[in-house]
């Protein structure tokens, strides 16, 4: 398995917890940089023979505020000089509010087959609080555009004021559109943001609230058939994303576009995260990586075992000892012995509990020392 990540880094207006690679005044761009992301991939292709590529993901920014003809263009790139599956999951990333049922009927043709829609709450006050560029009813709207298709919501807890009711509240206004698949993730208060001040004001939760909203959710989540299968993602069964998926199995990927990392050829690499830097590189014939390094025995060992305890399938033992010809248990004596009552062993595989995937970093902190 291979996935291909594709960077739009525009948007309409930049959300007061960014802190992505987005440009939401640089729209003008769009056109030049697309072209150039074409041109990446031409660039890359001879190297990625032999491999079949099962996922595609558009992400961003939003990539649904760019014209469509551009995705078209990608998809057709893609099929072109690269091998992509005819089953590959394709998504695209978009917010409420960016599209018609052009776009919609342009995305579908070329290939794109998931939508993942940026919903984050389902309370337009809150909405406005984050500085989103959409409504809830905008959700909604949207939703109908897409029709039957695969459709997964993005929400957000940790939000100023929050409640469990409200969290309820959102993930029901998420299903009322058709959803799948959601994903759930804590706002992460980034420092260089505005919303920094307000956690520095302490108007965000504390880390207790963040957990117990956390809690509501999954268990809410949980009785309307959603399986949580990573730390903030859930899915009802057959309906995982293909492409996160294998982030965490440690498959390989490759992204084109500014910002967009790649884990290939036994490396991990990034391209810029500047926008003129990019597009002049590409320009120029060379490809724009910044970073890129040799990932050894030992740091993939640490990222099979980072990557596979954030999962709900965990680890497993067998495939660990046939990658690295070590035990599982003797590599991590010291963690196994610390977490004991918090990871558990069953068929051959590791995990941790449930209850405790929302600690799971300064869990996961303890194998990585
Ligand atoms: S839409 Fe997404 S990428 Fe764009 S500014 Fe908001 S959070 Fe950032």
Redesign the pocket.
């Known amino acids: 398995m291979a996935g291909i990540y594709i960077h739009i880094p525009f948007?309409k207006a930049?959300?007061r917890y960014?802190d992505?690679t987005?440009y939401?005044s640089k729209l003008g761009f769009a056109d030049a940089y697309m072209a150039c992301v074409l041109q990446e991939m031409r660039l890359r292709a001879p190297a990625l023979q032999g491999k079949t590529f099962s996922s595609v993901y558009f992400g961003?920014?939003?990539p649904s505020v760019i014209d469509a003809k551009w995705i078209v263009g990608c998809m057709n790139r893609i099929r072109e000089c690269m091998a992509l599956d005819e089953k590959a999951e394709v998504t695209i990333e978009l917010?409420p509010g960016t599209v018609d049922a052009d776009k919609i009927a342009a995305y579908k043709h070329a290939g794109v087959n998931r939508f993942s829609i940026?919903l984050q709450a389902a309370q337009d006050a809150h909405l406005s609080e984050l500085g989103r560029v959409h409504t809830a009813a905008d959700y909604l709207r949207t939703c109908e555009l897409i029709g039957d298709a695969n459709k997964s919501a993005d929400l957000m807890i940790g939000l100023k004021g929050q409640t469990c009711e409200e969290v309820r509240g959102s993930i029901d206004f998420a299903l009322r559109g058709g959803v799948s698949h959601i994903s759930m993730y804590a706002l992460t208060p980034e420092d260089g943001t505005p919303i920094y001040s307000d956690y520095l004001n302490g108007d965000l939760p504390d880390g207790d609230e963040v957990a117990r909203m956390y809690d509501c959710g999954c268990a809410h989540l949980q009785k309307r058939g959603f399986l949580r299968y990573e730390v903030s993602n859930f899915a009802k069964p057959g309906f995982e994303s293909v492409h996160n998926r294998n982030y965490w199995r440690r498959g390989e990927y490759i992204g084109f576009g500014v910002a967009a990392s790649s884990f290939f050829f036994g490396r991990r690499f990034a391209n810029t995260r500047d926008l003129d830097d990019y597009m002049k590189c590409i320009l120029s014939g060379f490809f724009p990586v910044v970073d890129d390094a040799e990932i050894g025995q030992e740091d993939a060992r640490f990222e099979r075992v980072m990557l596979a305890l954030r999962t709900a399938e965990g680890l497993n033992l067998f495939d660990y000892k046939r990658e690295f010809g070590t035990d599982f248990a003797s590599d991590f004596f010291e963690p196994l012995k610390k977490h004991a009552d918090r990871l558990e062993m069953k068929g051959g595989r590791i995990r941790i509990k449930p209850a405790y995937l929302f600690v799971q970093n300064s869990i996961i902190a303890d194998f990585l020392q």
Do not use: A, D, E, V
């Open positions: 948007c930049k959300c960014c992505f987005s939401p961003g920014g939003t917010n940026g």
